[in-house]
């Protein structure tokens, strides 16, 4: 038997400060419409272990277990309370476009609008091929009866014809989005299925952004240059003193706040698509920060060095915790997580430079730091095989001894961080013009994401980035299972092998068919 953490739907619970509260809170009633904070704050955090505390709960090959199987129709893992049935079940969302074409309404969809970049389309856009039915291909700019179109964003800036360069439409301002726009987002059918939802990049999709989130329930997670130098330069100086003074020399025994004199810098923004450890730099010291003239750009961050908690002997490396999170409605907020993440472990064993004061110390070889599967550039110490370094969660947890409370403690902040983060952001994303267009048609969008995070030293999750478009085509044992049954389940959840639903009874078949999928948000009253 495999076990893995599972995120539960809860309210925000009193674990938080006031001020935090506040902010989520506000988030909460934007989406809501209403104000639920006295109901939040007066719930008992130890009376129910399912609605306060993520679960590790027995999985078979990766998949929650339940008395139903995945995808059966009358599976329900809502908790009914009264003769009125679970609440969770109602939905918000508008009624269908009068418009609707009732032939388009009921018939089994296969007409797909497929972007052309294998590399986040690959897998997904095979299994939608053979396994769901999608082999009608489309152009959505001379055809507007399709069902679904797949990458649509960014990838459709201009005609698509074989060996042709890629041409990213970024802004939804050329080609297929011209049309769309053009056309009307709100015109949109309710049978009509659109990936991805947007607005994650100009939010919590770039670090920059992720910081502008992080920090308002969280004011020293990062700092935003040049707004926070002054203030970001008092903490550098204060940690390199410290560091100094202890002869701390950044041994793995810091904390997340940064005791460690080894600063974090970022270059990132809506427009620039930093990924797999590009615009990424280790610093020491001030003298290291862009000069005022390049920060004044307003896309340099600075983030404390996380130390993270390690395994012993070969297994003394940094790792990196992958969890996909999927997004089915931007009004109301339905996201959901996976219930298995999986972990890449760094090429190197973590042992940094020992010697030298705190703000003029050596860094660490970026190969004990980087834990990016696919980086180039670093060679592997032999200690361990790729296999090793890409354990699964229940894997990952023995090796490195989080167990207990410690793992209970871990679980339970990435449900509280991720739900901040998501519910922070709501607003802004679900105003963005598509979004707005799709819920006034009755259409529907979707986003399959993967949030990039860390356990802590001190046992607390640490989320590093959101991916809007994982690499779509994981070989790795475990990555490679588990991004495959994630892409299936997401699927059938959201009814893409059925006729089309309403839009008002979406929310109620998506927990009904939640396969391996955890509800870890749903604004629906």
Known sequence: MIYCHIIIRTPITTELEDGVLDTID???????GVDTKEQKISIDTNTSFKQNAIALLPVTNGILDSETPSGNPNQNQTTTTGGGGPKQLESSEPVANTNTNQNNQNRTRHKMHLGKWWAHMGRPSQILKEEFGYNISVDATKDNDWDLIFGGYPHYGEPPIARRPKKWDWTMEGYLNHHLAERGWDRLQP????????????????????????????PDSCFLLPDDLEKVTKHMEAAASSSANNNDNNDGDGDVTGTSSLWVLKQDSNTMHKHMGTGVSFIRNVSQLPSREDMADGTWIVQPFV???????????????????????????RAYAWNEPWVGLAMMVYDPPKGGDGANAAAPDVCMLDTHIHRKGCDEDGLLTRDQRTPSFE??????NLVGADLDRFQKSVRILLRNILATANPQIRAHPVNDGITKSGASCFSFLRADMTVASNGEAYVYEINEFPFANEKDRVASRVQARAYRDLFQMIGLDRPALPAEERAAFELAN????????????
């Open 395 to 400: 894997e990952f947890s023995r090796l490195y």
């Open 26 to 32: 506000k988030a909460i009633t934007d989406e809501q």
């Open 191 to 218: 049978h009509q299925v659109w990936f991805p939802c947007m607005g994650c990049k100009d939010s919590y999709c770039n670090k920059r952004g992720m910081c502008e989130i992080t920090r308002k329930f969280d």
């Open 514 to 525: 939640l396969g391996g999928w955890i509800p870890l948000y749903d604004a629906s009253p």
């Open 307 to 333: 130390e993270q908690w390690m395994g012993t002997g070969d297994y003394h490396r940094r790792q990196e915790i992958r969890l996909y999170v999927a997004i089915t409605s931007t009004s109301p907020l």
